[in-house]
T-cell receptor, first 109, second 116 residues
Framework: RKEVEQDPGPFNVPEGATVAFNCTYS??????FFWYRQDCRKEPKLLMS???SGNEDGRFTAQLNRASQYISLLIRDSKLSDSATYLC??????????FGAGTILRVKS | DAGVTQSPTHLIKTRGQHVTLRCSPISGHKSVSWYQQVLGQGPQFIFQYYEKEERGRGNFPDRFSARQFPNYSSELNVNALLLGDSALYLCASNPPPDRVPLYGYTFGSGTRLTVV
C-alpha cells in the first residue's frame, strides 16, 4: 500500500464548478500535510499547508481528519487556470516529504 | 533574492554513462533534498542533506550518490545510467524544521534527464 494515496482522475469540470479531491495517508506519525500544484512539465509549487482545524485561502479550502487519516481539497468557482495536477503531501518532522501520485484537474469552458 | 536554481535544465545521456546534476538552495537554507519524478507519478525521495551531512536516503540503488558543499549547494550523481533513470530530477530547498509546516519545501524547476 502506498503511504499517500489519491484518486488520479482526471476530473473534467466546467468553469465555475466546485470540485473536491481526497487523499489518505497510512503513516500515523505524519505531522504536517500540504497540497502542491504542478503544471505540465513544471516543478511542484506549494498551494496550501493543511491544518487540523481546516483552512481556507480564497477559493481553496483544505481539511485534515487525523482520526481517519484523510485530507481533502475543495476548489470553488473553478477557473481555466486551475487546470493542473494536485499533489497531496505528508511530512514527518525531520523526515522527507511523501507525495501521492497526483490528481489531474481539467477545467473546460 | 534568488529561488532554487538547478542546472542543467535538460540532459540527454546514453545508457551506461554518468551524470551530475547541480542545485543551489534559497539563500539562508542549509538543507536540500533530491527527488525523482517519473511520468505519471509523484516525486520520490532520493536524498536529504543538512550542513553537508546526509540526513536521509530513499530506496534508490548505490548508483545514486550526492553531496553538499560548504556553501550549501548540492550535486546529485548517477552512475551507469539505465533507461529507467529517465525522469525529472527535482531539488528542494528546505527551511528550518519548525518552519516546514508553514512553508513546505520549495522546489527548483528541475533537470529533465533522458537516457537513450
Amino acid at each position: 500500500r502506498k503511504e499517500v494515496e489519491q484518486d488520479p482522475g482526471p476530473f473534467n469540470v466546467p468553469e465555475g464548478a466546485t470540485v473536491a479531491f481526497n487523499c489518505t495517508y497510512s503513516n500515523s506519525a505524519s505531522q504536517s500535510f500540504f497540497w502542491y500544484r504542478q503544471d505540465c512539465r513544471k516543478e511542484p509549487k506549494l498551494l496550501m499547508s493543511v491544518y487540523s482545524s481546516g483552512n481556507e485561502d480564497g477559493r481553496f479550502t483544505a481539511q485534515l481528519n487525523r482520526a481517519s487519516q484523510y485530507i481533502s481539497l475543495l476548489i470553488r468557482d473553478s477557473k481555466l487556470s486551475d487546470s493542473a495536477t494536485y499533489l497531496c503531501v505528508a511530512f514527518k518532522y525531520g523526515n522527507k516529504l511523501v507525495f501521492g501520485a497526483g490528481t489531474i484537474l481539467r477545467v473546460k469552458s | 533574492d534568488a529561488g532554487v536554481t538547478q542546472s542543467p535544465t535538460h540532459l540527454i545521456k546514453t545508457r551506461g554513462q554518468h551524470v551530475t546534476l547541480r542545485c543551489s538552495p534559497i539563500s539562508g537554507h542549509k538543507s536540500v533534498s533530491w527527488y525523482q519524478q517519473v511520468l505519471g507519478q509523484g516525486p520520490q525521495f532520493i536524498f536529504q542533506y543538512y550542513e553537508k551531512e546526509e540526513r536521509g536516503r530513499g530506496n534508490f540503488p548505490d548508483r545514486f550518490s550526492a553531496r553538499q558543499f560548504p556553501n550549501y549547494s548540492s550535486e546529485l550523481n548517477v552512475n551507469a545510467l539505465l533507461l529507467g533513470d529517465s525522469a525529472l530530477y527535482l531539488c528542494a530547498s528546505n527551511p528550518p524544521p519548525d518552519r516546514v509546516p508553514l512553508y513546505g519545501y520549495t522546489f527548483g524547476s528541475g533537470t529533465r534527464l533522458t537516457v537513450v
